[in-house]
């Protein structure tokens, strides 16, 4: 049974914004003519039976090239065990593939599975090298740490719009907060966001040509961070300490190239994590559907 759901007559219920894609059309005559697509998005609890594969699928994205170091399958079977905390998106149907995901692991209530061993200690090295975070997060995540630290872990399909976010966050706050009355172990004291970024980089194909003016002009031009998550922006406000970090394998500049489909540049992606207090998560997730909720 969906969650939240926008109604055949066009009714709004409650967190569910009417989305919209767009798309070209096949049989225009022009670039610039395009239709628009009215998706109607529905929001699920997870669903074991349903979507392992599909989460599997965004949890690789997710991850990028470090998914290799993790047991993705462990990961998945992880989140969908607790199927009444977090949210999928999808279009067709509760038995459908997720378009997008959110959810929250308690990182000291599962520390003792090789998959949670595995994403602290990779937490703890990564945040090892952003300023705002070291000290913090390796005290947070230490053995002997008390603190209650909740991973939130979401992704979604590329052009997906960012309107399916809001409702996603609302609803985990509702659930931790039922989850609470039941004694069950959500009690954070912190959140802990991984997210990932990217950079445009000067394509490696390109500098064949020209290889020492192409050189010269990648070294003078700054390097600008763009968001996959445009949410991230809003989330970083509130953050006791946020950065980028550069990923532990090393595919190449070759995989810039492979990133650059529909633009002059490459894309370079790296990892990001965002330090959240407990005691002003709430105030975050409406900010963040103020920032991206429907417009009137």
Do not use: C
């Not at 977090?86 to 209530?109: I, Q, R």
């Not at 090295?125 to 939130?152: A, C, F, R, Y």
Request: avoid cysteine; proline fraction near 6%; charge should be negative.
């Amino acid at each position: 049974m969906a969650k939240r759901k926008k109604s055949k007559d066009n009714e709004v219920l409650p967190d569910a914004p009417s989305s919209h894609l767009n798309v070209e059309s096949d049989d225009s005559g022009s670039d610039d003519d395009k239709d628009l697509v009215n998706v109607d998005f529905e929001w699920f609890d997870p669903q074991p039976e349903h979507d392992f594969h599909g989460l599997k699928t965004l949890l690789r994205q997710l991850l990028d090239v470090d998914a290799q170091l993790f047991d993705l399958s462990a990961l998945a079977h992880l989140i969908l065990s607790q199927p009444l905390l977090g949210s999928t998106v999808k279009v067709e149907g509760n038995e459908t593939d997720p378009y997008a995901f959110l959810t929250v692991l308690n990182l000291h209530e599962h520390r003792d599975k090789p998959v949670i061993k595995d994403l602290t200690r990779y937490l703890i090295h990564k945040s090892s090298t952003v300023p705002s975070l070291s000290n913090s997060v390796k005290i947070l995540l230490s053995p002997d740490s008390s603190s209650e630290v909740g991973l939130i872990l979401t992704e979604r399909v590329i052009n997906i719009p960012s309107e399916v976010v809001p409702p996603m966050y609302t609803m985990l706050l509702e659930e931790i907060s039922w989850a609470l009355e039941e004694k069950e172990p959500y009690n954070f004291s912190h959140y802990l966001i991984l997210s990932r970024t990217y950079n445009e980089v000067v394509s490696t194909l390109d500098q064949e040509d020209n290889r020492p003016q192409k050189k010269k002009k990648a070294i003078n031009v700054e390097k600008e961070l763009f968001y996959f998550h445009p949410e991230d922006e809003i989330l970083q406000r509130h953050a006791l300490g946020f950065g980028g970090f550069e990923y532990s394998k090393d595919e190449g500049e070759g995989k810039a190239d492979s990133k650059r489909a529909f633009q002059e540049e490459g894309i370079r992606p790296q990892g990001h994590m965002i330090l959240i207090e407990g005691a002003s998560f709430e105030h975050t997730v409406k900010d963040v559907g103020e920032f991206l909720g429907p417009r009137s």
